[in-house]
């Protein structure tokens, strides 16, 4: 693996007493599709959250693009290069289609309030940027988010289009690295398989690293360079799709001991 | 007719200046879903602003610079001073409280409303200081349509009311700040997730939202010419209502709220008797609640699916 974008090292996290994450190694090379699975609990989230900012490790650090960013405020990460989506969608409802992309696009704009205010060029001249920005950001999913619909509210929009909008939003960002929390989530058949080949084209189009969080195996399957099983913060398996869903451990931890019971009847 | 016409003018220029208390108040609870009862007070200190930029000068009656520009320096200071001191409550009392159950910070805002009241009292005495308004602004200049005058001091105050809501609302609809700032409104984590600078953003609302305080304070002071320590403690119950009928986080609501309110009490006053104004005031407060409880241009919470 080249120099990896996203490294994760040692890291670990404790609430009071519960240790969420213990000792974590994991790394996201550049144009990598990395999926990060295991049962529900296992801390998948937490990675997210450590990541981007909203909890400091207690141990261990966080590297992007070799630069440690553990403890930096979230808007900073994001602004480093690391945009994510949300397992529970969070989107700005009220706002429109296109200005749920905006907001998340003046990260790196420099004017002052006060221009803003005023309209002075170089607020104006971002306004304008920002706006080109999104739209190109809306176009990337074609049809799904076409223009009719950039200046409807974001609370119109189905719920698969919704999902899209969330990777719309963190495309904006303009990131190096891109975290998506569970994108097939509550979709259909046909919207999932749309998912992971948007996925795939987000990294060969738009040349960003994936670190993704799916339960759905066959996305996981698809898309993945490498997959990543943990389970109460621990890894319990590394490596290719097929070695990781057949790996002890990963069966374990999803069905339990001896699942070869089940088929016994018993 | 021409009674009603004037009570129409005295109740939007009244109107005009909770409006813009109620603007504050409004985009506070937006940003932080916090009922900032200091509100109130912080127009109170924008009144005691004028009122002691006016001293400064030589006093109401022997001004050392033209009134034009003293116009000038007392709004420009009461927004610049008021809203640094916004922003410092949002710094020292509401951040740390900011994760907080939601009483917490409500509590808070009382106790800042009784500390500015009581700075405020110890500081310039419990006497009503004066602006003397006529002295410097003639009462009978102004613009008179038939038997309706509109006083000089009815005009600035309307121009600048209505100048001051509609950048407000383009500012909100249309720039960067305005944009991320309603998205710190919807939600916050996510807002700072995407990059934004949340406690930036918030800082700034509580800067706009208390300099337009101020200026209503320094309002206040032209249009009713006493300042006291109290006067905050109603004008904010009256903005609160303002923001709650028009619909509280809404910004056209908020206006709407503020002008409803200054209309109601003048022509209650006019008609009936001043006796009666705050009665009538929450009253509506009620009325609306009973019939549209998200206010009238209020959104319904949203559910999250």
């Not at chain 1, 306004?127 to 509210?153: C, H, I, M």
């Not at chain 2, 022997?62 to 009461?78: G, Q």
């Not at chain 2, 409803?260 to 009253?283: P, W």
């Amino acid at each position: 693996m080249s120099d990896p974008v996203l490294e994760l090292d040692r890291l670990s996290l404790s609430f009071g007493g519960l240790r969420a994450l213990s000792e974590l190694d994991l790394g996201v090379g550049e144009r990598e599709i990395v999926s990060l699975i295991g049962p529900n609990g296992a801390g998948k989230s937490t990675v997210f959250n450590v990541i981007t900012g909203v909890y400091e490790p207690s141990s261990g650090d966080v590297r992007f693009a070799g630069r440690s960013i553990a403890g930096l405020a979230p808007h900073r990460v994001a602004r480093l290069g690391i945009g994510r989506t949300f397992q529970s969608l969070r989107l700005f409802l009220n706002m429109s289609v296109i200005e749920n992309v905006m907001a998340a696009t003046y990260g790196n704009t420099k004017a002052m309030p006060w221009e803003s205010v005023l309209r002075l060029p170089r607020a104006r001249r971002e306004e304008r940027e920002v706006r080109a920005l999104a739209e190109d950001v809306l176009s990337f999913f074609g049809q799904r988010l076409a223009g009719y619909r950039w200046e409807q509210p974001a609370y119109s929009l189905s719920y698969a289009n919704r999902r899209r909008l969330e990777i719309a939003r963190a495309l904006a960002t303009s990131p190096r690295l891109l975290l998506l929390d569970e994108p097939a989530a509550g979709m259909n058949p046909a919207e999932t398989h749309e998912v992971t080949e948007l996925i795939s084209r987000l990294r060969d189009e738009r040349g960003v690293s994936i670190l993704v969080i799916e339960h759905d195996m066959h996305v996981v399957d698809s898309c993945s360079n490498r997959v990543v099983a943990l389970d109460h913060g621990v890894k319990i398996a590394e490596g290719g799709f097929d070695r990781v869903a057949a790996h002890p451990a990963v069966v374990e931890a999803y069905l339990g001991k001896d699942p070869g019971a089940l088929s016994d009847g018993g | 007719m021409a009674f009603f016409f004037q009570e129409l003018v005295n109740g939007l220029t009244t109107g005009a200046l909770y409006a813009l208390v109620a603007l504050g108040f409004s985009m506070v609870y937006g940003v932080l879903k916090l009922l900032n009862f200091a509100h109130g007070d912080l127009y109170m200190v924008g009144a005691y602003v004028g009122f002691f930029v006016i001293q400064w000068f030589g006093g109401a009656t022997s001004l050392s610079i033209p009134v034009p520009l003293l116009l000038v320096i007392m709004f420009a200071l009461a927004a610049g001073l008021v809203g640094g001191l916004g922003v410092a409550i949002e710094r020292f009392a509401y951040r740390p409280l900011r994760d907080a159950p939601r009483i917490a910070p409500l509590i808070t805002a009382i106790g800042i409303s009784f500390f500015l009241e009581s700075a405020a009292l110890l500081l310039f005495g419990a006497q009503y200081r004066v602006y003397n308004t006529p002295d410097f602004i003639n009462a009978h200049s102004g613009i008179t349509i038939g038997s309706v005058t509109i006083n000089s001091v009815q005009i600035l105050v309307l121009v600048m009311g209505l100048i001051l809501m509609v950048g407000l609302q383009q500012l909100v609809n249309w720039t960067k700040l305005g944009r991320q700032m309603r998205a710190v409104a919807a939600d916050r984590e996510a807002a700072e997730m995407l990059g934004v600078n949340v406690n930036f953003t918030i800082a700034l609302t509580f800067f706009l939202g208390s300099a337009l305080a101020g200026v209503a304070g320094v309002m206040a002071g032209l249009l009713f010419n006493q300042v006291t320590s109290t006067i905050g403690f109603i004008a904010g119950l009256k903005a609160f209502t303002a923001a709650v009928v028009g619909g509280i986080g809404s910004i056209p609501g908020a206006m709407l709220g503020g002008l409803l309110i200054g209309l109601a009490e003048s022509f209650v006053t006019g008609y009936l008797s001043s006796t009666y104004s705050n009665l009538l005031v929450f009253g509506l407060l009620i009325a609306v609640m009973l019939v549209r409880p998200s206010g009238l241009l209020g959104q319904a919470q949203l559910q999250k699916v």
